[in-house]
């Protein structure tokens, strides 16, 4: 256990580089199949907001992944993928699936009952919110006084 913990800085750059390559992954997925992605994002915002709200994703995780893999202004990437997620959790999560309080907290923290990405998204909020509090490399000699 030594090892980890003289070792404590590569647990952001883990964190960073799979948040990353996941995140390009995600957006190539919507853009390799485009029509499907679309016709998702139309069930989820509308008919009206639907193509806008995908390349709007899309936009996000390339600019974020690649932000995070690079680290530049990393914490501010997580901060934003945060907030992204947090929609993807909310407009995702299928309350009604679940039986009782722990068939609630099992699809929240566990395993995706419902058919959503519940718990997938609960726990990349948790690691991007973790970045997000971590200072960010690129902005620590540019410090607001």
């Not at 501010?76 to 947090?86: E, G, M, Q, T």
């Not at 309350?95 to 995706?112: C, H, K, Q």
């Not at 726990?123 to 690129?138: K, V």
Request: hydrophobic letters at 55%.
């Amino acid at each position: 256990m030594d090892w980890f913990a003289e070792h404590k800085q590569w647990g952001p750059v883990i964190l960073r580089t799979f948040f990353g390559v996941a995140f390009l992954i995600a957006a190539l997925d919507k853009i390799l199949s485009f029509g499907m992605a679309k016709g998702m994002f139309e069930g989820l915002f509308g008919t009206s907001l639907g193509a806008p709200a995908l390349y709007l994703a899309i936009l996000i995780e390339l600019a974020g992944g690649l932000m995070l893999l690079l680290n530049w202004h990393a914490a501010c990437a997580a901060r934003v993928l945060s907030v992204f997620i947090l929609v993807a959790l909310v407009k995702t999560w299928q309350i009604g699936s679940a039986t009782n309080a722990i068939g609630m907290l099992r699809e929240l923290l566990v395993m995706n009952t419902g058919g959503g990405n519940t718990a997938v998204n609960f726990a990349y909020l948790a690691g991007l919110l973790n970045l997000g509090f971590a200072e960010c490399e690129t902005c620590k000699g540019k410090k607001r006084r």
